[in-house]
């Protein structure tokens, strides 16, 4: 069974710093891509950065260098590192699958995690 | 950026009604697109990707289609289990969703 399990969200001030992790269980880790996508609370989904296979980094232009995405094959893990954090950041994020050229967007996707950024 | 359109932004439906749900993207994406389904409290669950390509397990009443940059989900029967928000999303250019529609049961 594919699994994608996220972990790491909690409550940080604003300018705080918060890494978020991905672990993925039930598949061939290394032949996917991954996505952070993330939901204010009543909001749309938003896309974030992705890790290709082969490790081409995307980001969205929003973010402006705050958050950086990694990816340890040997851990089956995806990591998001979030700086500068701000009040709009508070959300839910979600760890995302996706086949690598054009194939299948989306097929799994994690329960989410919470971030809350308040003070 | 690629922008999507989504339209409705809300839907009221009777049950065995056919729905259709539409996006429209900026620009080409070269049939790069999904849908998917999210139920209050859920993650988002692929629908459709590729414009037209059911993913396993979906019930065939969903289906999509498109001509150009306009997009189309389409549920030919509605049923209880269906409300929820829809959302599209290019990925020929990043990631870009649209904005949803939240379908309701009359």
């Known amino acids: 069974e594919v699994r994608l399990v996220e972990s790491g969200g909690r409550l940080v001030k604003p300018g705080g710093s918060l890494s978020l992790s991905c672990a993925a269980s039930?598949?061939?880790?290394?032949?996917?891509?991954f996505n952070w996508v993330r939901q204010a609370s009543g909001k749309g989904l938003e896309w974030l950065a992705a890790?290709?296979?082969?490790?081409?980094?995307l980001y969205a232009d929003s973010l402006r260098g705050r958050f950086t995405i990694t990816r340890d094959n040997a851990e089956n893990s995806v990591f998001l590192v979030m700086n500068s954090l701000r009040a709009e950041d508070t959300a839910v994020y979600y760890c995302?699958?996706?086949?690598?050229?054009?194939?299948?967007?989306?097929?799994?996707w994690g329960q989410g995690t919470l971030v809350t950024v308040s003070s | 950026d690629i922008q999507m359109t989504q339209s409705p932004s809300t839907l009221s439906a009777s049950i065995g009604d056919r729905v259709t749900i539409t996006c429209r993207a900026s620009?080409?994406?070269?049939?790069?697109l999904a849908w998917y389904q999210q139920k209050p409290g859920q993650a988002p669950k692929l629908l459709i990707y590729?414009?037209?390509s059911l993913e396993s397990g979906v019930p065939s009443r969903f289906s999509g289609s498109y001509s150009g940059t306009e997009f189309t989900l389409t549920i030919s029967s509605l049923q209880p289990d269906d409300l929820a928000t829809y959302y599209c999303?290019?990925?020929?250019?990043?990631?870009?969703f649209g904005h949803g529609t939240k379908v309701e049961i009359k």
């Open positions: 995302v699958r996706s086949e690598d050229n054009g194939g299948k967007s989306g097929d799994s």
């Open positions: 890790i290709s296979s082969w490790g081409r980094i």
């Open positions: 590729q414009a037209s």
């Open positions: 620009q080409s994406v070269s049939g790069l």
């Open positions: 039930g598949f061939s880790f290394s032949s996917f891509s």
């Open positions: 999303q290019q990925y020929a250019n990043f990631w870009t």
